[in-house]
């Protein structure tokens, strides 16, 4: 049983399920409509049930490892540790947007959730993060036309 809650894929199949279901739950509150007259409550459902199925396979994937090596699954202190540096990420992006930018708060915020696996260098972390955050900025500045800045200079 520790080695299903171990498991990376299963305990992250196991929350895209969650809320794949709460989202496809709650949408059954609304009225449905058709695929060609959409009410308020078909796209909800519709992704919630997407998320389900992802969901099944991300965690498929972690069942396969455990059947097939058990060597491969990390360690309580990799997941304690993932636990607590994921969510920080998130939270230095949404700190850092507003005062520079899309491109080095993507680029800090891909840089600190490199921090999750020991196994990642400082410098594989830093060109990752550079390349996420240059794919980010074209991605969302130039090929939609988002009205966000890619760099901001800060005053103080």
Known sequence: MLSII??????????????GGVYALTSLAYPMGTAVM?????????????????GVGIAATGVRQIVGKAEN?????????????????????????????????TCLAVWSSTLADPRI???????????????GVL??????????EAIKWPVF
Do not use: C
Not at 38 to 54: D, R
Not at 89 to 96: A, D
Not at 139 to 148: E, K, M, N, P, S
């Open 6 to 19: 171990r498991n990376k894929d299963i305990v992250a199949g196991a929350a895209v399920i969650v809320i």
């Open 38 to 54: 959409m009410g308020p409550g078909y796209l909800p459902f519709v992704l919630g049930t997407l998320l389900v199925f992802l």
């Open 73 to 105: 699954l990390y360690s309580l202190e990799a997941n304690v540790r993932a636990i607590a540096v994921l969510p920080a990420s998130i939270i230095v992006f949404g700190l850092t947007i507003e005062t520079f930018g899309l491109g080095p708060a």
């Open 121 to 135: 260098s400082f410098r594989q972390g830093l060109i990752t993060s550079i390349i996420v955050a240059a794919f």
């Open 139 to 148: 991605l969302f500045r130039v090929a939609l036309g988002l009205q966000i």
